[in-house]
């Protein structure tokens, strides 16, 4: 099991983040993805939200940093770990948006990028954008397949039910060729999405138990990638049995990456708690 880092400062969500990251800087998480970098961790993360509106962001948080600005930023500050969005809403966006905005972050990552993406659940982003929300389930399959099919492809062709382009130039596009896709979510719908149109899933809110059940019920194939949350912060100073027990369970549960949060009091403890993480990781 791989150990990524569900990054600081860029989403805030009450009742998760620390109060520090009200007054962090890029250049925190900057310094922060350096050493997450350094000691070899798999992944950072940013999540997209446009607006959201003052009474849902009483519990999902208002603060949604843009992902690609700020993973190409820190795509430049580090050489070797991932960049993940999650996620993208693939409703949003049309799927040739973000095979050439996002497959030009992996080409100036030098072939990083992992595209986390969802369906969605937020109507009124939805509404506020224009997009369309009832349907977004079926639009979000055909887009995935579009994607697949315009990803590291100069001229990419598709032909779907929502989507469909030909005898067009893409440039840049990704250099990985292929250029691995989670989806978030917490149905077993989800986890079909995942089996059958990406490479990996990105689950939350679920007991592990549901989730061992799901797993198994799913039958992924060889390589699928299950990513699995720490849920409430971790403290590998504070409490490293605590940290290590929350880990273990998410390897016996199936984990192949762990999406990790940090207990921290400021970037540098961050820092701190980066290298107290690595140490402990290594018995595991």
Do not use: N
Request: proline fraction near 7%.
């Amino acid at each position: 099991m791989r150990i990524g880092i569900t990054s600081p400062v860029v989403v805030r969500v009450p009742g998760a983040s620390s109060p520090w990251e009200a007054d962090a800087g890029i250049d925190d998480l900057g310094r922060i993805a350096e050493t997450a970098d350094e000691l070899g961790f798999h992944h950072l993360t940013c999540s997209e939200h446009v607006a959201v509106p003052t009474e849902v962001a009483r519990v999902r948080g208002g603060t949604y940093w843009d992902p690609l600005a700020t993973l190409g930023y820190l795509a430049a500050r580090t050489r070797r770990i991932r960049l993940a969005t999650q996620v993208l809403v693939l409703g949003y966006h049309h799927p040739l948006e973000i095979a050439k905005r996002y497959g030009t972050l992996d080409r100036v990552s030098g072939g990083r990028l992992t595209l986390g993406l969802g369906v969605g659940s937020l109507r009124e982003e939805f509404d506020l954008l224009g997009a369309p929300f009832e349907d977004r389930g079926a639009r979000a399959d055909d887009a995935l397949r579009a994607l697949r099919a315009a990803l590291s492809r100069r001229e990419p062709e598709y032909h779907g039910e929502f989507y469909e382009f030909a005898d067009l130039l893409v440039e840049p596009h990704a250099v990985q060729e292929h250029l691995p896709l989670w989806i978030g979510g917490r149905t077993p719908r989800s986890l079909r999405r995942a089996v059958t149109l990406a490479d990996g899933w990105v689950p939350f809110g679920l007991p592990p138990e549901k989730l061992r059940e799901m797993l198994d019920r799913a039958a992924p194939p060889a390589g699928f990638e299950v990513v699995l949350s720490t849920g409430p912060p971790v403290d590998p100073t504070g409490a490293p049995e605590a940290t290590v027990r929350a880990l273990t369970r998410l390897r016996e549960t199936g984990a192949t990456v762990a999406s990790t949060s940090l207990s921290a009091h400021s970037a540098i403890h961050y820092r701190e708690q980066l290298t107290a993480l690595h140490e402990l990781a290594k018995d595991l």
